[in-house]
């Protein structure tokens, strides 16, 4: 199983991001992973998130989203963790607007890999005291250090 520090980056934290609506997020988080990996393009990565979101809401509840999606252009995993300023409506099952995201992005082949990665992240992510100290953090580096075990 691979930790987040094996798919997450500095580059692709961001701590405090502005939020205003899922739309508007999806370009950001596009932005930030085609800024950090040029071989994936802004569109193709905004497309693949977009269609993937429509297929059903990437909300857990709890205030946590994990939108995911296979990119035939990604190499390997990729995360990429993002807190928001403010919450935003995400359809989540408990109705509660979303503050913390991580991204999941794996190769167009990479199903059994997705599903392992994605389930560990869920798991991590269910626990109350991960996430308050991810909502504590008040830098990129911050969040990062929380993210991969590295706060003290």
Known sequence: MQALSDILTPARTVCGAPGVSK?????????????DQPGLGYDAVFDHLIA??????????????IPHC???????????????QDPID???????PVDLLFILL?????HQEHLDIL???????????????????DSDA???????GQAG
């Not at 993937?52 to 989203?65: D, H, M, V, W």
Request: net charge positive; hydrophobic share 40%.
């Open 23 to 35: 739309k508007r997020l999806f370009e950001t988080i596009a932005k930030i992973i085609s800024d």
């Open 52 to 65: 993937r979101e429509k297929l059903g809401s990437t909300g857990l509840g709890q205030g946590i989203a």
């Open 70 to 84: 296979r990119v035939g252009n990604c190499q390997q995993p990729l995360g990429t963790l993002v807190s928001l």
């Open 90 to 96: 995400f359809d989540s099952p408990d109705d509660a």
């Open 106 to 110: 794996v190769p167009e082949e990479a």
């Open 119 to 137: 389930a560990h992240i869920a798991r991590l992510f269910s626990q109350a005291e991960f996430c308050g100290k991810l909502r504590q953090a």
């Open 142 to 148: 911050a969040l990062y250090r929380v993210a991969i």
